[in-house]
């Protein structure tokens, strides 16, 4: 059994429907809700026999809850986004209706992607919360908020000193969160296009059921020519209602690189974590140092730079030398208390590091692999959809030969 497969092949993971529910939240509201069936099934045989299929529904923020703890327990790790929760670069005939049962459809599809690709982790699939997100139904939440991970969350205010006030950023981090901006602005770029191309290629599709209309009623006021002008019209017909479907299917694709348009900033988190680590040990050291500055200063007497109690001891006398003893063990105390967090935090962020970069190309090899087949696949969906329209137009001629 390969490490990356440990719980795929102990068992089957399936969003398998939605349902649209109404319940009271928080705030003791009415709301509107879809709720997800998750089925879960063992492929282990026990006695000849497979266990039985075990299933419960979770709402859209239970599955943000359990990426939100995954996020804080495993910092080092590039943690599977979720599918967008509103649609976002849709071509305008498509609704952006987070009720919409086509919208609903993908994000069952996307949902269910999000913990195969959990399960698949060779690290996120033993974790336990995620176990119980797939066996536990009651009570789940409250398991999940005593582990305390909200406390663990790094604050907005802290993640933004660290960016600005960093001295010596780790090189390859720097490089990791200019690509992830880049990469998130072209997958951007290129999905706006897509719509831009899908609305005009509706609007082309449906022009097409004008030669239809056209062609049957022509048809209707010709003896000779009215056969073959109703085959091509029908054909026509035909051509401009396949559209709505190819469509739907351009979503799916669309879909596939929206999951990296999110990655991005699952990257960027990495990034921001090892910032913190970083401005962390930084403050350590500084602290540090100041207290080594301190201790000699007042074992030799000499003080080096202005301080507020270097001029009260100018006002106010100097002090003992059983005061100044007792400083001096204190802050020996606390300088050896700081070289040996400083010590664990230079451990902390080589082991962070060096698990980080085992994520990142982990992830770099999955993400070449996808995007490789996505677009190989869109090609080949438009080069099929191309081969549909010559073949309706060489249909078209066909039918006006016969006239």
Not at 158 to 179: G, I, Q, S, W
Not at 363 to 372: G, R, S
């Amino acid at each position: 059994m390969t490490e990356n497969n440990f719980w795929l092949k102990k068992i089957e993971i399936n969003v398998s429907e939605a349902e649209k529910r109404t319940g009271r939240n928080a705030m003791n509201m009415q709301e509107t809700y879809t709720a997800y069936l998750i089925e879960t099934r063992s492929v282990e045989h026990t006695d000849g026999q497979s266990v039985l299929t075990d299933s419960l529904w979770r709402r859209y923020s239970e599955f943000e809850l359990l990426r939100n703890y995954l996020l804080v327990y495993y910092p080092h790790i590039v943690v599977p986004p979720l599918p967008e929760k509103r649609a976002e670069f849709v071509w305008h005939k498509l609704s952006a209706d987070n009720m919409d049962p086509d919208f609903v459809e993908r994000r069952r599809i996307g949902l269910e992607n999000f913990l195969l690709r959990v399960a698949s982790h060779p690290i996120l699939c033993r974790d336990k919360i995620f176990y119980l997100f797939l066996t536990q139904e009651g009570n789940w939440k409250e398991t999940v908020n005593e582990t305390g991970f909200q406390l663990k969350a790094d604050s907005r205010l802290k993640a933004l000193n660290a960016t600005f006030r960093v001295k010596n950023p780790d090189k390859r981090f720097t490089e990791l969160k200019h690509y992830s901006d880049e990469l998130q602005s072209v997958i951007s770029h290129l999905l706006r296009v897509r719509a831009r191309v899908a609305d005009r290629l509706y609007g082309v599709y449906k022009v097409h059921g004008n030669y239809g209309r056209v062609f049957s009623e022509w048809s209707a006021i010709e003896k000779e020519m009215g056969d073959g002008l109703q085959s091509a019209g029908h054909h026509m017909d035909v051509y401009a209602s396949s559209i709505d479907d190819i469509l739907e299917d351009e979503e799916h694709y669309a879909d596939q690189l929206k999951e990296y348009l999110f990655y991005a900033e699952a990257l960027r988190a990495v990034c921001r974590k090892h910032e913190l680590m970083q401005y962390d040990l930084e403050m350590a050291a500084q602290d540090l140092a100041s207290k080594k500055q301190q201790c000699e200063e007042l074992a030799t007497g000499t003080v080096r730079t202005f301080s507020l109690k270097g001029m009260t001891t100018k006002l106010f006398g100097q002090e003992t030398p059983e005061q100044r003893e007792a400083r001096i063990k204190v802050l020996e105390e606390q300088i050896s208390e700081g070289e040996q967090q400083l010590k664990s935090k230079n451990l902390e962020g080589r082991e962070f590091v060096k698990n980080a970069w085992a994520d990142i190309e982990r992830f770099k090899e999955q993400k070449n692999h996808d995007l490789k087949e996505a677009l190989i696949s869109y090609a080949v969906m438009q080069i099929s959809m191309c081969k549909k329209g010559i073949q309706v137009w060489t249909n078209a001629k066909e039918c006006f030969s016969k006239m």
